[in-house]
């Protein structure tokens, strides 16, 4: 279904849609640029698309095949420009973009090979400047682009036109930013393998197009489409000239618009219909935007900071303020499992049942330690019976050379205790001889495959050890959605969600906590909660389920708004050191793992920030100081 928010603020330079899924707005975009390919096919005229790579586009394109297959949608009509290419880059590589385009969209439909164009990051250097002259002759001589499809890259750019290109700009070779190499940096598994350079369309190119579609999804894009939207128009955000276009759309899902004004800050906007949610969180903002504690804000506070409005609907900010004081103080518990004998009235957790089964879903062997490692401890020390149920192998994330090493020791074992298993031997060698010989971004082995996943459960098992969880009460799920041995993943499939249904119905859980925590790169934890979810929705009806609790859990990509939170578990020194010890158990992701995301911290350092940061805010609201605090967010089935 589809939701349409279509109405542009006064903060707002340019048209935006918001649809709930990137699925949704995926498919509104393929439909439209299907109905331009039909309106050309009519007077029998060329359509003439401009289009992107990266992870933006691939479900317009997958809907566009579908439209072909299902629907007759022909592409003989259609020319098509793409705007980029890596330089340098043979065509025939994974992670070119010729190969891309022909995988997700070319090789699926009737275009004619002659009809499409895509950069050639195959030249010799002195003849780029020719060929990107004669790129843009091309598409002159093709009638000029009809539509453009574009992403945003969190730079701000188009194509991959980074901060400080021009209006004018042209078909060229450009240098990309860093934070361009870092997000690539999981199609090429090491970032010394993307390629420093790129052949793209100028920003003059693309806004010579005659229609413009721009896509985002998911909140790492948030920041930015907030620049490009309400931004001023600037060369540091190349994506805000499209501010300047006529006919550009701008679709969204609802996490990439999360931070337009509207949404993050609508009284900022206009008038709003006050709840005590929208309450909750203006008074929070006011607090943190004025640097004063909840109970120092004063009437005055709220008429400079643009809630007048609010002082109006509530008389005075004295009452208010204590309101909202006291709903924030009654998220922090010592007690994550429920604090057994006590009023818990206006606890986080119910005192009863003590103690709790409590089930941690981890999308990856260390999301459980790393997002709520303290909080884990704490229901361990606390005496409740704790599983934790690791949902993927997580074995893209290990290095080859791991996986050598591993393959080594067994091998010298075996020499060492004299049990010479001539079939184990000729696996070693075939494992050393794929790992010696291995292309850039090729899918392992099944034998590789086991031996990385192999690894991880050593490091689960061995953080699961130090934290008191008994080994009976961890479950590795290794669901099937995962196990592509690619960073691509299968959709989310019924075997997925069954094999949550059954771990739930087996443990029976009082409490279950699962990774909300979705801006990981690759958006394994956006289909491992869907899979809870879906599971959960099939088992709300059991009365086990009906006296369950769900509360989400963020902290490897990122935390929590504060607004957000419903538990605060609070860490002291000692325990944010013991925290650490558990992280540090997952050997295989210290020291630069094979897709750390653009963030160049390690994972202990970044739960640490986030933990700390969130304590500091809770002190800065004017609650009690602690040194780190994890939070977590109720999930209402
Ligand atoms: C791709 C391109 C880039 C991407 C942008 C977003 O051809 O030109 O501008 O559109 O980097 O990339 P994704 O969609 O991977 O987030």
Not at 173 to 184: E, F, N, S, W
Not at 336 to 365: C, M, Q, V, W, Y
Not at 565 to 571: F, L, N, R, S
């Amino acid at each position: 279904m589809e939701t349409l928010t279509f109405s542009a603020t006064a903060l707002e330079k340019l048209p935006v849609t918001i649809f709930d899924t990137p699925e949704e707005g995926s498919r509104r975009i393929a439909h439209s640029i299907a109905a331009t390919i039909r309106e050309k096919q009519k007077t029998g005229e060329k359509a003439v698309l401009g289009l992107a790579t990266g992870s933006s586009p691939i479900g317009v394109y997958q809907e566009l095949v579908r439209l072909h297959k299902d629907e007759n949608l022909s592409f003989r009509n259609v020319v098509t420009f793409n705007l980029d290419e890596y330089y340098p880059m043979q065509p025939d590589a994974l992670q070119s973009y010729v190969h891309f385009m022909h995988e997700h969209l070319f090789n699926y439909i009737d275009i004619l090979p002659q009809n499409i164009h895509i950069p050639d990051g195959s030249l010799p250097i002195e003849k780029v400047a020719e060929f990107c002259a004669a790129y843009e002759q091309l598409i002159e001589e093709a009638g000029g682009i009809d539509v453009q499809l574009l992403g945003i890259g969190r730079t701000g750019h188009i194509g991959f036109n980074e901060p400080g290109s021009g209006l004018a700009s042209h078909t060229r070779l450009v240098k990309l930013d860093p934070l361009t190499i870092a997000d690539a940096t999981k199609d090429f598994i090491k970032e010394e393998f993307v390629p420093l350079r790129a052949i793209t369309m100028g920003v003059g190119t693309i806004m010579k197009a005659r229609k413009i579609i721009m896509m985002a999804w998911g909140e790492g894009k948030a920041p930015i489409v907030r620049e490009m939207v309400e931004g001023k128009i600037s060369e540091e955000v190349p994506a805000s000239f499209l501010q300047q276009h006529e006919r550009v759309t701008v679709i969204l899902d609802q996490w990439a618009a999360s931070e337009l004004s509207r949404i993050k800050t609508p009284w900022l906007v206009g008038l709003v219909d006050w709840d005590q949610n929208l309450m909750r969180r203006a008074v929070i903002w006011l607090s943190l935007q004025a640097k004063r504690p909840l109970l120092k804000l004063t009437d005055e506070d709220y008429r400079h900071w643009g809630l007048t409005d609010l002082l109006v609907r509530v008389g005075s900010a004295y009452s208010l303020n204590i309101q909202v004081h006291n709903a924030i103080q009654n998220t922090i518990t010592g007690w994550p499992g429920g604090k057994p004998g006590s009023d818990d009235s206006h606890r986080p957790e119910r005192a009863n049942p003590f103690p709790k089964t409590s089930l941690i879903f981890s999308p990856h062997p260390d999301d459980d330690v790393i997002s709520m490692g303290g909080t884990l401890l704490r229901l361990a020390d606390q005496g409740h019976d704790v599983h934790v149920a690791y949902q993927t192998s997580g074995n893209i994330a290990v290095f080859d050379d791991d996986a050598h090493r591993f393959a080594d020791f067994t091998l010298g074992l075996s020499r060492k205790l004299g049990i010479a298993i001539p079939e184990f031997h000729a696996l070693h060698a075939e494992v050393e001889d794929f790992l010696e010989h291995k292309n850039l971004g090729e899918e392992d082995t099944e034998i590789v495959q086991s031996i990385k996943s192999l690894i991880r459960q050593g490091e689960a098992l061995a953080a699961c050890r130090f934290c008191g969880v008994k080994k009976e009460n961890v479950h590795f799920m290794n669901l099937p959605f995962y196990e592509t041995g690619q960073v691509k993943k299968k959709p989310l499939g019924e075997e997925d969600i069954q094999a949550v249904a059954d771990l739930l119905t087996k443990v029976k859980p009082q409490q279950i906590f699962a990774a909300g925590d979705l801006r990981d790169p690759h958006g394994t934890h956006r289909v491992c909660l869907n899979a809870i979810l879906e599971a959960i929705a099939r088992l709300k009806h059991e009365p086990w389920m009906q006296d369950c609790y769900v509360w989400l859990y963020r902290g490897a990509w990122q935390e929590w708004d504060i607004e957000d939170i419903e538990m605060a578990v609070p860490i002291s020194p000692e325990e944010l050191l013991r925290k650490r010890k558990a992280i540090f158990k997952h050997q295989s992701q210290k020291d630069s793992p094979v897709f750390p995301g653009n963030d160049k911290r390690e994972f202990w350092q970044r739960a640490e920030d986030r933990n700390r940061a969130t304590a500091r805010i809770y002190d800065q609201l004017g609650l009690t100081e602690y040194e780190a605090m994890e939070a977590f967010k109720r999930y209402h089935f």
